[in-house]
């Protein structure tokens, strides 16, 4: 890929999706609208990798489309073309996980499971009122060296009154 297809901060034809949740606090971090379009693209960047590269670049690989086949590939293609600035490439990740990019509209077991270990109650109605990124945000943040992670974020999606009584 050549620089002129990264967007400038003055290109007004690129809208900002920048959703970063208040629980990633830590800018250091992909934020999690970033870690679902590279899954969608079946790519994965290091953490050493995202602070390597410019916020420009940054900020183009969380802009791209992949609503067709067609934007994913171009997508790839710019991810790889950035990273080869670095002398990087990004890690290959299965089909599976592509698949989990468009969280299920029914709780999975898992993230009740993993709400409770926090204290929280995850039940079907509040998933419901969750949006595909919320959902998609819990989904990656079940395993247990994220515990403090997923209470934050289960605090800031639900509210702290979510959380279950102890004893109960």
């Known amino acids: 890929m050549v ?3 990264i967007p400038t901060s003055d290109d007004n034809s ?14 250091k971090c ?9 899954d969608r693209l079946k790519l994965k960047i290091g953490r050493a990798q995202w602070l390597a590269i410019t916020d420009q670049e940054r900020l183009a ?7 067709s086949e067609a934007d994913c590939l171009s997508a790839q293609e ?11 490439e990004p890690e290959l990740l299965p089909a599976s996980v592509e ?3 468009d969280p299920p509209a029914e709780v999975p077991a898992v ?18 009122k969750l949006d595909a990124d919320q959902r ?27 959380e279950r009584k102890r004893g109960l």
Request: net charge positive.
């Open 136 to 162: 998609f945000a819990l989904t990656k943040l079940v395993d247990s060296g994220k515990q403090n992670k997923r209470k934050r974020a289960l605090i800031e999606f639900l509210g702290e009154g979510s």
């Open 61 to 67: 690989i969380g802009r791209v489309s992949t609503e």
């Open 111 to 128: 993230v009740t499971e993993s709400a409770l270990e926090v204290g929280f109650i995850v039940d079907q109605e509040q998933w419901s």
């Open 3 to 5: 620089k002129s297809q």
């Open 14 to 27: 690129v809208q900002p999706t920048d959703r970063r949740f208040g629980f990633e606090g830590d800018t």
């Open 78 to 88: 710019l991810v790889r073309g950035i990273l080869r600035r670095y002398s990087a």
């Open 30 to 38: 992909l934020p999690m609208y970033v870690k679902r379009t590279l």
């Open 99 to 101: 698949r989990s990019t």
